[in-house]
Protein backbone atom coordinates (compact mmCIF):
# COMPACT_ATOMS: atom_id res chain seq x y z
CA UNK A 1 0.00 0.00 0.00
CA UNK A 2 0.77 3.28 -0.60
CA UNK A 3 0.82 4.47 3.50
CA UNK A 4 1.23 2.40 6.68
CA UNK A 5 -1.68 0.24 7.96
CA UNK A 6 -1.96 -0.63 11.49
CA UNK A 7 -4.39 -3.90 12.64
CA UNK A 8 -6.65 -3.86 13.79
CA UNK A 9 -8.22 -0.54 14.07
CA UNK A 10 -9.49 -1.17 16.71
CA UNK A 11 -9.20 -3.95 19.78
CA UNK A 12 -11.32 -4.64 23.08
CA UNK A 13 -9.54 -6.86 25.42
CA UNK A 14 -10.20 -7.99 29.27
CA UNK A 15 -7.48 -6.63 32.07
CA UNK A 16 -4.77 -9.49 31.79
CA UNK A 17 -5.17 -10.30 28.76
CA UNK A 18 -1.79 -10.49 25.73
CA UNK A 19 -2.67 -8.26 22.68
CA UNK A 20 -0.34 -8.04 19.52
CA UNK A 21 -1.08 -4.70 17.16
CA UNK A 22 0.64 -4.86 13.68
CA UNK A 23 2.25 -2.23 11.77
CA UNK A 24 3.40 -2.33 7.75
CA UNK A 25 5.10 0.73 7.21
CA UNK A 26 5.77 2.20 4.21
CA UNK A 27 7.65 0.49 1.60
CA UNK A 28 11.28 1.36 2.03
CA UNK A 29 11.60 3.01 5.01
CA UNK A 30 13.87 1.48 7.40
CA UNK A 31 12.90 3.57 10.58
CA UNK A 32 9.77 2.92 12.28
CA UNK A 33 7.83 4.39 15.17
CA UNK A 34 5.88 3.06 17.80
CA UNK A 35 3.95 5.60 20.13
CA UNK A 36 1.10 5.70 22.33
CA UNK A 37 -1.64 8.70 22.79
CA UNK A 38 -4.03 8.33 25.28
CA UNK A 39 -7.18 11.07 25.41
CA UNK A 40 -5.79 14.62 25.45
CA UNK A 41 -2.81 13.93 26.23
CA UNK A 42 -0.10 14.31 23.30
CA UNK A 43 2.05 11.24 21.37
CA UNK A 44 4.28 9.31 23.94
CA UNK A 45 7.20 7.77 22.59
CA UNK A 46 7.58 3.98 23.20
CA UNK A 47 10.42 2.21 21.01
CA UNK A 48 12.34 3.04 18.03
CA UNK A 49 13.56 0.39 15.03
CA UNK A 50 16.33 2.10 12.90
CA UNK A 51 17.58 -0.56 10.32
CA UNK A 52 19.40 -3.60 11.88
CA UNK A 53 20.16 -1.59 14.78
CA UNK A 54 19.57 -2.45 18.32
CA UNK A 55 16.07 -0.77 19.14
CA UNK A 56 15.62 2.10 21.34
CA UNK A 57 13.10 0.92 23.90
CA UNK A 58 13.62 3.69 26.34
CA UNK A 59 10.05 4.49 26.00
CA UNK A 60 8.50 1.50 26.95
CA UNK A 61 6.33 1.59 30.24
CA UNK A 62 7.48 -1.89 31.53
CA UNK A 63 8.81 -5.20 30.40
CA UNK A 64 4.74 -5.66 29.99
CA UNK A 65 5.37 -3.72 27.05
CA UNK A 66 7.60 -5.47 23.73
CA UNK A 67 7.86 -5.34 19.95
CA UNK A 68 9.86 -6.94 17.34
CA UNK A 69 10.37 -5.46 13.97
CA UNK A 70 11.12 -8.75 11.32
CA UNK A 71 12.90 -8.62 8.07
CA UNK A 72 13.21 -5.14 8.82
CA UNK A 73 9.48 -4.43 7.73
CA UNK A 74 6.61 -5.75 9.52
CA UNK A 75 6.50 -5.02 13.11
CA UNK A 76 4.77 -5.90 15.93
CA UNK A 77 4.01 -4.62 19.69
CA UNK A 78 3.09 -7.09 22.13
CA UNK A 79 1.39 -5.99 25.91
CA UNK A 80 1.56 -8.90 28.35
CA UNK A 81 -1.00 -9.05 31.11
CA UNK A 82 -3.10 -5.75 29.54
CA UNK A 83 -3.54 -3.21 32.55
CA UNK A 84 -6.92 -0.90 32.11
CA UNK A 85 -4.84 2.57 31.95
CA UNK A 86 -3.05 0.50 28.61
CA UNK A 87 -6.35 1.74 27.17
CA UNK A 88 -4.84 4.25 24.00
CA UNK A 89 -4.59 4.74 21.06
CA UNK A 90 -1.68 2.85 19.46
CA UNK A 91 0.32 5.05 16.41
CA UNK A 92 3.00 3.63 14.62
CA UNK A 93 5.54 5.85 11.90
CA UNK A 94 7.86 5.52 9.52
CA UNK A 95 10.23 7.39 7.82
CA UNK A 96 13.33 7.06 5.42
CA UNK A 97 15.77 6.71 8.52
CA UNK A 98 18.05 9.36 7.56
CA UNK A 99 17.24 11.90 10.64
CA UNK A 100 15.38 14.77 10.07
CA UNK A 101 12.55 13.65 7.62
CA UNK A 102 8.93 13.74 7.72
CA UNK A 103 7.30 10.61 9.71
CA UNK A 104 3.81 8.96 7.84
CA UNK A 105 1.86 7.58 10.45
CA UNK A 106 -0.75 5.10 10.55
CA UNK A 107 -4.51 5.39 11.47
CA UNK A 108 -3.76 3.99 14.86
CA UNK A 109 -4.75 0.82 16.99
CA UNK A 110 -7.32 1.53 19.44
CA UNK A 111 -6.94 -0.51 22.38
CA UNK A 112 -9.90 -0.76 25.36
CA UNK A 113 -8.89 -2.89 27.99
CA UNK A 114 -12.36 -3.37 30.01
CA UNK B 1 14.22 19.79 30.55
CA UNK B 2 13.27 19.74 26.72
CA UNK B 3 9.30 20.81 26.58
CA UNK B 4 7.20 21.62 24.02
CA UNK B 5 4.00 23.67 25.03
CA UNK B 6 1.00 24.36 22.53
CA UNK B 7 -2.01 26.63 23.13
CA UNK B 8 -4.76 27.40 23.60
CA UNK B 9 -6.06 23.52 24.13
CA UNK B 10 -8.70 23.48 22.19
CA UNK B 11 -10.42 26.55 19.93
CA UNK B 12 -13.64 26.91 17.89
CA UNK B 13 -14.65 29.62 15.33
CA UNK B 14 -16.45 29.88 12.95
CA UNK B 15 -16.53 28.88 8.95
CA UNK B 16 -14.49 31.21 6.96
CA UNK B 17 -12.62 33.05 10.32
CA UNK B 18 -8.64 33.11 10.82
CA UNK B 19 -7.40 31.46 13.63
CA UNK B 20 -3.77 31.49 15.10
CA UNK B 21 -1.99 28.53 17.09
CA UNK B 22 0.74 29.03 19.12
CA UNK B 23 3.90 26.71 20.48
CA UNK B 24 6.29 27.20 22.16
CA UNK B 25 9.46 25.09 23.09
CA UNK B 26 12.52 24.81 24.98
CA UNK B 27 13.99 22.19 22.83
CA UNK B 28 17.85 22.89 22.56
CA UNK B 29 20.04 22.18 20.27
CA UNK B 30 17.18 23.21 17.97
CA UNK B 31 16.82 21.00 14.34
CA UNK B 32 13.62 21.52 13.05
CA UNK B 33 9.83 22.08 13.53
CA UNK B 34 7.10 20.49 12.30
CA UNK B 35 2.83 20.83 12.79
CA UNK B 36 0.74 17.91 11.94
CA UNK B 37 -2.73 18.02 11.67
CA UNK B 38 -4.67 14.53 13.16
CA UNK B 39 -8.29 14.54 12.23
CA UNK B 40 -10.32 12.54 14.51
CA UNK B 41 -9.90 8.69 14.37
CA UNK B 42 -6.57 8.77 11.80
CA UNK B 43 -2.90 9.40 12.36
CA UNK B 44 -1.14 12.55 12.25
CA UNK B 45 -0.08 14.22 9.16
CA UNK B 46 2.59 16.37 8.28
CA UNK B 47 1.54 20.34 7.05
CA UNK B 48 4.68 21.93 7.48
CA UNK B 49 8.20 21.70 8.41
CA UNK B 50 10.72 24.49 9.50
CA UNK B 51 14.33 25.02 10.17
CA UNK B 52 16.43 27.67 12.04
CA UNK B 53 16.76 29.76 9.19
CA UNK B 54 12.96 29.86 8.40
CA UNK B 55 10.42 32.62 9.71
CA UNK B 56 7.62 31.56 7.86
CA UNK B 57 6.49 28.98 5.16
CA UNK B 58 3.21 28.63 3.58
CA UNK B 59 1.01 25.54 2.47
CA UNK B 60 -2.19 26.64 1.17
CA UNK B 61 -4.06 28.32 3.98
CA UNK B 62 -1.72 27.28 6.47
CA UNK B 63 0.96 29.65 7.37
CA UNK B 64 3.86 28.58 10.01
CA UNK B 65 6.21 31.45 11.60
CA UNK B 66 9.30 30.71 13.19
CA UNK B 67 10.94 32.55 15.79
CA UNK B 68 14.35 30.55 17.02
CA UNK B 69 14.99 33.42 19.37
CA UNK B 70 12.18 33.36 21.22
CA UNK B 71 11.78 29.54 20.67
CA UNK B 72 8.15 30.18 19.96
CA UNK B 73 6.26 28.92 16.55
CA UNK B 74 2.51 29.70 15.15
CA UNK B 75 0.17 27.54 12.68
CA UNK B 76 -2.40 30.25 10.97
CA UNK B 77 -4.91 28.92 9.39
CA UNK B 78 -7.11 31.50 6.82
CA UNK B 79 -10.68 31.45 5.81
CA UNK B 80 -11.32 28.08 8.04
CA UNK B 81 -13.10 25.70 6.68
CA UNK B 82 -15.01 22.51 8.07
CA UNK B 83 -12.58 19.81 7.18
CA UNK B 84 -10.26 22.49 9.22
CA UNK B 85 -11.45 20.66 12.56
CA UNK B 86 -8.86 18.50 13.58
CA UNK B 87 -6.28 18.39 16.37
CA UNK B 88 -3.06 20.51 15.58
CA UNK B 89 0.18 18.64 16.95
CA UNK B 90 3.59 20.94 17.14
CA UNK B 91 6.97 18.72 17.52
CA UNK B 92 10.46 19.54 17.88
CA UNK B 93 13.74 17.78 17.03
CA UNK B 94 16.02 18.13 19.13
CA UNK B 95 19.91 17.83 17.58
CA UNK B 96 20.71 15.30 14.70
CA UNK B 97 19.34 12.67 15.88
CA UNK B 98 16.29 10.60 14.15
CA UNK B 99 14.31 9.59 17.54
CA UNK B 100 15.11 13.04 19.55
CA UNK B 101 11.58 14.33 18.89
CA UNK B 102 9.34 16.28 21.73
CA UNK B 103 5.61 16.36 21.53
CA UNK B 104 3.14 19.16 21.83
CA UNK B 105 -0.14 18.28 23.58
CA UNK B 106 -2.20 19.51 20.42
CA UNK B 107 -4.83 22.24 20.13
CA UNK B 108 -7.61 20.55 19.34
CA UNK B 109 -9.92 22.90 16.18
CA UNK B 110 -13.29 22.70 16.02
CA UNK B 111 -14.65 25.29 12.79
CA UNK B 112 -18.16 25.70 12.92
CA UNK B 113 -20.89 26.64 9.83
Known amino acids: GAGVSQSPSNKVTEKGKDVELRCDPI?????LYWYRQSLGQGLEFLIY????????KSGLPSDRFSAERTGGSVSTLTIQRTQQEDSAVYLC????????????FGPGTRLLVL | KNQVEQSPQSLIILEGKNCTLQ??????????LRWYKQDTGRGPVSLTI?????NTKSNGRYTATLDADTKQSSLHITASQLSDSASYIC????????????FGTGTRLTVIP
Open chain 1, 93 to 104: ASSLGRGGETQY
Open chain 1, 27 to 31: SGHTA
Open chain 1, 49 to 56: FQGNSAPD
Open chain 2, 23 to 32: CNYTVSPFSN
Open chain 2, 50 to 54: MTFSE
Open chain 2, 91 to 102: VVREGTGANNLF
